[in-house]
């Protein structure tokens, strides 16, 4: 299954006059748009700078600055590993191998069957139950790399 | 009329002109990469750097960006800003080897090593040519992406855009596009065979641009210095 779905145009505009043509409000629609489709589609930001009357080129360079952006095709399930420092001395890069290797995929992609994608986080400031691991918004502390096939099949079904 | 001094000289600026307006105003040189007439100044290459103040307070500003103030004592040469200034090159040198400008600098302000691992990133991320497309060709066709180590110029999507219309004035105005003279050290992250003559072909035979023809045609870059 993939998780492509035609671009529809109608929500685009919608999202936009919700905010009221404004450009400063970039961001704002930005993250509508991805809360829509779960990236940012080419499509979709090409009519964007239409809609709301700035370069493309803007709309890109907000897009790529931002981590919580992206330009591909995000999975289903997003699983974000932190590895802050307190994380990363507890055995967060063990944690996000281990996470690598159970979805065959590297950091930063997705899976083939669009399910899954493995993100870092440089802290998320819950450091005192780490190392953590948030799936989907929620948090798992204290995980382990046995824990690892326990969250993902949570989300598996 | 603003008064302030520059290298202890005592100089009037105008309303809204910045430190390096005025410093040309009166002859003084302060080189400079990434600024130009015509485009806004954005303060990127570090090459304009000067000191303000005096004492342990003095700070390195870009004199591209900093406006003239009443009573600004203001540095141009100092030994800091020297260093400073080399620091740049040579940075830039790690990032862009190739280019002739910034070879070109290196040999004129003595930069005669280099420090770091060469990138080869062929563009030191100086924004001319994002200034020019949009300001004075009103395109809007390239940009900035991504950030930190990952930051690049390019246009949306790395396609061919559609605001372009193939003015070529981001190559006219790129310092890096302008490769360097293919010299005696080639190969090398610093080229420096200016230095072996004298006069240097920088300051006297600026329009012998020896890249065009076959390497070291002229046979003035090989020349060694007499001692």
């Known amino acids: 299954m993939s998780v492509h779905q035609t671009i529809n145009l109608d929500s685009l505009q919608e999202i936009v ?7 400063n409000k970039l961001i704002a629609i930005l993250q509508d748009i991805q809360a829509v489709y779960h990236y940012l589609p080419a499509e979709a930001l090409k009519t964007l700078s239409k809609l709301l009357k700035i370069p493309l080129i803007d709309i890109i360079s907000v897009a790529t600055f931002y981590r919580a952006f992206s330009l591909t095709p995000k999975g289903r399930h997003v699983a974000t590993v932190c590895m802050g420092t307190a994380c990363h001395v507890r055995g967060a890069p063990k944690i996000l191998e281990e996470f690598e290797r159970q979805l065959n ?4 992609e997705t899976t083939e069957d669009g399910e899954w994608s493995l993100e870092t986080v440089a802290c998320l400031g819950c450091c005192a139950i780490g190392p953590v691991v948030v799936v989907d918004g929620d948090y798992h502390a204290h995980t382990s790399i046995r824990k690892v096939p326990t969250i993902l099949g949570r989300y598996r079904k | 009329m603003i008064t302030m001094k520059i290298n202890g000289v005592e100089v009037k600026a105008e309303e809204g002109w910045t430190i390096l307006e005025t410093a040309r105003f009166y002859g003084l040189e302060i080189p400079t990469l990434c600024h130009h007439e015509g ?3 954005y303060g990127g290459c570090r090459l304009c750097l000067v000191e303000i103040g005096e004492g342990p307070r ?3 500003v870009s004199s591209c960006t900093y406006p ?6 203001v540095h141009t040469d100092t030994k800091r800003v020297v260093q400073a200034r080399r620091m740049m090159i040579e940075l830039m040198l790690s990032v862009a080897p190739y280019s002739k400008v910034i070879q070109d600098l290196a040999s004129k302000f003595g930069v005669t090593r280099m420090r770091f691992k060469i990138r080869n990133e062929e563009c030191i991320l ?8 949009e300001e004075q060709m009103d395109g809007k066709a390239i940009g900035f992406q991504n950030r930190g180590y990952q930051r690049k110029i390019s246009t949306p999507f790395d396609l061919r855009s559609e605001e372009c219309r ?3 004035g981001c190559i006219y105005i790129c310092p890096a596009c302008q490769l360097r003279c293919q010299g005696p050290q080639a190969e090398t992250a610093i080229c420096n065979a200016c230095l072996t003559m004298e006069p240097t072909c920088l300051d006297f035979y600026d329009e012998l641009q020896c890249w065009m023809y076959d390497a070291g045609r002229c046979g003035t870059c090989v020349r060694e210095k007499k001692s």
């Open chain 2, 126 to 133: 100086c924004g001319l040519c994002v200034r020019m497309c």
């Open chain 2, 68 to 73: 003239a103030e009443e009573g600004l004592v």
């Open chain 2, 166 to 168: 193939l003015c070529g």
């Open chain 2, 39 to 41: 485009l806004t100044p």
């Open chain 2, 58 to 60: 003095a700070k390195l």
């Open chain 1, 17 to 23: 006059e919700r905010h009221g043509y404004n450009k």
């Open chain 1, 105 to 108: 995929i590297r950091r930063g």
